[in-house]
């Protein structure tokens, strides 16, 4: 896609108001484009963005009117930037919370647009309640840790129930460096792949209509090899388990960072062989994020 291109979907997207105004942005350029999930359904796929009912610095997204109203027009779900995060589900022990993404999700029922997921375990341990993380698991710490793991996912689940069709069940499992697993107080104690296929099992159970995801950042260049070999082998080993695993979900983060090298990219060859082994594992794929940082 040429930078034309790009600037067409921004004006298709309704961004045009956000770019400096010349003769190729007019006022009404906008108008005389189909909303973008009109243009994706064509090719059967489905355009959504997320939403954030605060985003710091940034303000509210969902509480800007003229946001929302770019989001109904262009969208055909959504997905809360944080608020089914299991920080902001239950911040303390037994403590639910779901205002925030209840007002959102209703709005966007409102207005026709599919509900995704996003998350009901993140691995990384920073992303974890610190109460998780500092909780005394007693005696029997796997039967604590499953006990925890359990009530979490099932009380999510059961609150959000069909209004979610596809989740992210298990987010950023594997560390990019190394290829292996990412350490946490839950598979510390009820093993790597057993805690993640654990909680796949108990969203089958409590959202038994939805369709189940791992999530992950894995990028095509070079030095992006380890990540996607161990992410390869995970869902390997979840395959082998008769883990209920539908989709992965592909972030598809674009830019310039410090553990990115620009021009280490081991080419579309490689990363058509990786999405090659997933699908050849009866998965479907899924750009769950997109962004370019330029």
Same mark, same amino acid.
């Given at each position: ?16 108001? &956000? ?16 909303? &973008? ?20 610095? *940034? ?178 080993? &979840?395959?082998? *388990? ?16 410090? @553990?990115? /090298? ?14 090659? /082994? ?15 940082? @330029?």
């Amino acid at each position: 896609m040429n930078r034309r291109d790009v600037n067409r979907m921004l004006l298709g997207a309704g961004i045009g108001s &956000l770019l400096p105004m010349g003769p190729a942005f007019g006022a009404g350029a906008a108008s005389s484009l189909e909303r &973008l999930d009109a243009q994706a359904r064509k090719k059967g796929l489905r355009v959504g963005n997320a939403m954030g009912y605060n985003s710091g610095t *940034r303000g509210s997204p969902f509480r800007d009117a003229g946001y929302r109203a770019l989001m109904a027009r262009e969208c055909g779900l959504i997905v809360a930037e944080n608020e089914c995060k299991w920080q902001a589900t239950q911040p303390r022990p037994g403590e639910f919370r779901f205002e925030r993404a209840d007002e959102m999700f209703a709005w966007a029922k409102k207005e026709g647009m599919r509900i995704r997921g996003h998350t009901l375990v993140w691995q990384t341990p920073k992303w974890l309640p610190k109460w998780v993380n500092e909780h005394d698991f007693g005696a029997n710490p796997k039967a604590e840790a499953e006990r925890i793991l359990t009530a979490h996912v099932k009380t999510v689940c059961q609150h959000f129930g069909k209004d979610i069709y596809s989740w992210d069940v298990v987010n950023e499992a594997i560390d990019p460096a190394t290829g292996e697993h990412r350490r946490n107080v839950l598979n510390d104690r009820l093993g790597k792949v057993e805690q993640i296929d654990l909680t796949f099992r108990l969203a089958k159970e409590h959202a038994p209509h939805a369709q189940l995801v791992y999530n992950d950042y894995m990028r095509w260049d070079a030095r992006s090899a380890r990540h996607r070999a161990g992410v390869l082998k995970l869902l390997q080993d &979840l395959k082998k *388990r008769g883990t209920p695993l539908d989709a992965l979900g592909i972030q598809g983060h674009i830019g310039f960072w410090d @553990d990115n /090298e620009p021009n280490g990219s081991a080419g579309p060859g490689e990363w058509r062989r990786f999405l090659d /082994e997933v699908t050849g594992m009866g998965l479907e794929l899924l750009i769950t994020e997109f962004d370019v940082s @330029d």
